[in-house]
């Protein structure tokens, strides 16, 4: 069963804007961790974030966390055409890691 | 390369026959996972392993998949008597596990088994 749905399912925006996509889960969790799945390739890993904290930032990216709601954002800002693939959200808890659908992020030249 | 090694990278087999694909983690990690990707679905979680022990099994794994990870190195993964809706992308991804908190640290994944099942 996949507990992380991220939403939206699929985003399309111009080079150079800034791309947010949200992850939402049903139960507490340890820590959640975003990966990037450039097309029929292997997941990359982008960032962690745990339970008791709100926000992180690496590079571009920026992760917040909010366990009163349940739900994740992954921002990208100034988008390039390499960001084009799919972000997943994984949720870790009890040691089982557990990915959601993903979002299907599109950069228009 | 010190990143996880998969192979094959493809695999297209009859109904019926068994495959065996082989993951070959991150040598310094303990914990190695098996996951099954569909089209369009992020990945599901087949099994994982810390060291050599398999600690946990998917209810998607059913009596035709095994894994094994013998010396606590390399893992296999083997599906016999295939079927069509075996299907999928097999990944793997090794981790290390944090110590201080028990929680799987980031995940390491190769680039997968594509199969294809006539």
């Known amino acids: ?109 | 390369d010190t990143g996880v090694s998969q192979d094959p990278r493809h695999k297209i087999t009859k109904r019926g026959q068994n495959v065996t694909f082989r993951c070959d983690p991150i040598s310094e990690h303990n914990r190695l996972y098996w996951y099954r990707q569909t089209l369009g679905q992020g990945p599901e979680f087949l099994t994982y392993f810390q060291n050599e022990a398999q600690l946990e099994k998917s209810r998607l794994l059913s009596d035709r998949f095994s894994a094994e990870r013998p010396k606590g190195s390399f893992s296999t993964l083997e599906i016999q008597r295939t079927e069509q809706g075996d299907s999928a992308m097999y990944l793997c991804a090794s981790s290390s596990r944090d110590w201080t908190s028990g929680d799987p640290e980031t995940q390491y994944f190769g680039p997968g088994t594509r199969l294809l099942v006539l």
């Open chain 1, 1 to 109: 069963s996949q507990q992380g749905e991220e939403d939206p399912q699929a985003l399309s925006i111009q080079e150079g804007e800034n791309a947010t996509m949200n992850c939402s889960y049903k139960t507490s969790i340890n820590n959640l961790q975003w990966y990037r799945q450039n097309s029929g390739r292997g997941l990359v890993h982008l960032i962690l974030i745990r339970s008791n904290e709100r926000e992180k930032h690496s590079g571009r990216l920026r992760v917040t966390l909010d366990t009163s709601k349940k739900s994740s954002s992954l921002l990208i800002t100034a988008s390039r055409a390499a960001d084009t693939a799919s972000y997943f959200c994984a949720t870790v808890r009890d040691d089982k890691i557990i990915f959601g659908k993903g979002t299907r992020l599109h950069i228009l030249p």
